[in-house]
């Protein structure tokens, strides 16, 4: 994003733009500024969860309205790309969580399954119990994701598809945040995916 930035920045401060040329950098120039403020913000919050001695502001958190807010929160961009947002909450469901950091790791896993997954797609989010803990998961019936990436897939700026990540909008940190939220509260987070039948990922806490 800075380069962009610098190079358009460069371009426009020349005098050689007009009109809707100059219109066109400024937003170049908007949106990739933006692009670097997610980056930061991401690398911020990854490094708090990573440093020594951290722990989650804990509270009794009630499952059903969390996911309620975030499928209201992304219905709007959801419908806009042809998709079905869909969710489904096993009645009376309650974790003890940093609700912030729940909320967050669900949000970019929302967020990742809209932004790859083909028109006509469905993206849907679910909650139950299970032996040990509270499963939450998100789930898509898109392309899938390659058995030589899962491996990977929580590192930090790890691409799945390089060249289209790059238009994005996505910082690349957004699974390694998942990950590091789950260990926090003491669960984990586990991916089912193959080529052609979509992707899960389900993070199970305690409860």
Known sequence: PLNAILGYARIASGGVLTGAKLSRAIEIIERNAEASGRII??????SRLESEGFTPELAVIEIEPLVRELADSWAGEARDKGLELQTAVEAG???HADRRLLYQALENLVE?????VPEGSRVRVEARRVPGGIELSVADDGDGIPREDQARIFERFYRVEKGRARTSGGTGLG???VKHVAEAHGGRVELDSAPG???TFRITLPE
């Open 93 to 95: 469901l309650a974790v």
């Open 112 to 116: 990742n399954a809209i932004r790859y």
């Open 175 to 177: 699974l390694a945040i």
């Open 41 to 46: 913000d991401d690398l911020l919050d990854l």
């Open 197 to 199: 039948r979509g992707a």
